[in-house]
């Protein structure tokens, strides 16, 4: 993931997230050496007017995001995001099979995420990726509904 993705991730988290990252601490994460990231961009034809001819124009939309930190034998999913319109279309499986490989190759045993307890269809998706819960932090995610708990999911990598 390159510097220039960052904004698009940005824009992506503030969808996704009722308190999302900003764009500056997006940054400073992803300039540490230890962290990690893919997106999910969709190929698209835009039609333009030029010169009283229309003309396509090949365009790249960013519609999903995973980050994700490498230290040793330890890895943590940190966010995934998908646009709504894009969601249950393969496009977070696909994200976290890349981390998967990414992770394993440089010899991590274990992957570690948190997500909060209300959001089922992400659990949904982390537990067919064979995700275990192994902790709760209580009432760690201040949301308009209230309070919610983290559930601390980790899978073994083998």
């Given at each position: 993931m390159s510097e220039m993705h960052v904004i698009e991730v940005s824009k992506i988290h503030k969808n996704c997230f009722e308190n999302s990252w900003s764009l500056n601490y997006l940054s400073l994460l992803m300039n540490n050496k230890v962290n990690d990231g893919f997106i999910a961009k969709l190929k698209a034809n835009t039609n333009t007017k030029e010169n009283k001819s229309l003309k396509y124009i090949d365009t790249d939309i960013c519609i999903g995001f995973v980050l994700f930190?490498?230290?040793?034998?330890?890895?943590?999913?940190?966010?995934?995001?998908?646009?709504?319109?894009?969601?249950?279309?393969?496009?977070?499986?696909?994200?976290?099979q890349h981390v998967v490989r990414s992770i394993s190759r440089s010899g991590a045993s274990r992957l570690v995420l948190e997500v909060a307890k209300n959001n089922?269809?992400?659990?949904?998706?982390y537990?067919?990726?064979?995700?275990?819960?192994?902790?709760?932090?209580?009432?760690y995610y201040k949301q308009s509904i209230g309070n919610v708990d983290a559930v601390i999911l980790e899978k073994k990598i083998k």
């Open positions: 930190s490498k230290v040793h034998e330890y890895s943590e999913l940190l966010s995934l995001g998908i646009l709504e319109n894009w969601r249950c279309h393969g496009i977070g499986s696909d994200l976290i089922i269809s992400a659990r949904k998706l537990s067919d990726f064979g995700f275990k819960e192994v902790s709760r932090r209580t009432g």
